[in-house]
């Protein structure tokens, strides 16, 4: 949880970049969680939507083994 932490009130580089970190973190034996964080002046609501149905399709497919 700690390091969840440090990731999010990690600065943003402008300069350098990148301006977007991701993250896969194992909270136990079977459960994960995936970490996604834009900067603001890369993302905005549309995007979020666009990105949160394609990331969901994607998984789906994962899961079921299909091919994406």
Do not use: C, V
């Amino acid at each position: 949880a700690q390091e969840l932490e440090n990731e999010i009130i990690k600065p943003f580089d402008l300069k350098n970049g990148p301006l977007f970190r991701t993250q896969l973190y194992q909270l136990d034996k079977k459960e994960w969680a995936f970490f996604f964080m834009p900067h603001h002046s890369i993302w905005d609501g549309w995007s979020f939507d666009i990105f949160l149905k394609e990331l969901t399709i994607l998984y789906q497919d994962f899961k079921s083994k299909r091919k994406s």
